[in-house]
């Protein structure tokens, strides 16, 4: 194997996400040099691997040592990448977008998280992990929106 994924074990308001599409959360943390590299995305990267890539047995525990005051400002800065990307494919704005940004992927986010991968086992900090997910979309559009006409005046 070039390369292993490692389950990634997360903490989110103080507890363990067992559900809402949260664990294992599989990344890939071990790899052979110059036989895997980092694509060229600001938010969300994986590993390119060239060849086989094998799975650890033991889990990575992420403890992010930061209470939801910080979790908000996290996103603030992940939901600007986003807006950013946005622009870089120049994305259309319309209301066609707007119902995109607003309506369809923060509903489809939410459903996806909370109910198909059952994050409300989760309990509150399930709920809350999916509704805040679902709002980093419409962030991100207005973030997008407000650079387009930033950039107009």
């Known amino acids: 194997n070039n390369a ?10 103080g507890r363990w996400m067992k559900k809402g599409g949260q664990y294992p959360d599989p990344v890939i943390r071990l790899f052979k040099k110059g036989k895997a590299r980092l694509p060229c995305k600001s ?3 994986q590993m390119e691997v060239e060849g086989a890539v094998g799975w650890l ?3 990575l525990i992420h403890l992010p040592n930061f209470s939801f005051f910080q979790y908000v400002a996290k996103d603030n800065l992940y939901s600007t990448l986003t807006a950013e990307e946005m622009q870089e494919k120049n994305m259309p704005v319309n209301i066609f977008s707007l119902l995109k940004y607003f309506y ?3 509903h489809k986010i939410f459903f996806s998280i ?15 992990f999916a509704f805040y997910s679902a709002l980093h979309q419409m ?5 997008y929106w407000e650079m387009k006409n930033a950039s107009c005046n």
């Open 57 to 59: 047995k033991n889990e």
């Open 43 to 45: 938010v969300h990267e």
């Open 114 to 128: 909370y109910f198909r991968h059952r994050g409300f086992l989760d309990g509150f900090p399930g709920f809350v």
């Open 104 to 106: 369809w992927e923060p």
């Open 4 to 13: 292993f994924w490692i389950k990634r074990k997360k903490m989110f308001l």
């Open 139 to 143: 962030t991100a559009y207005v973030k």
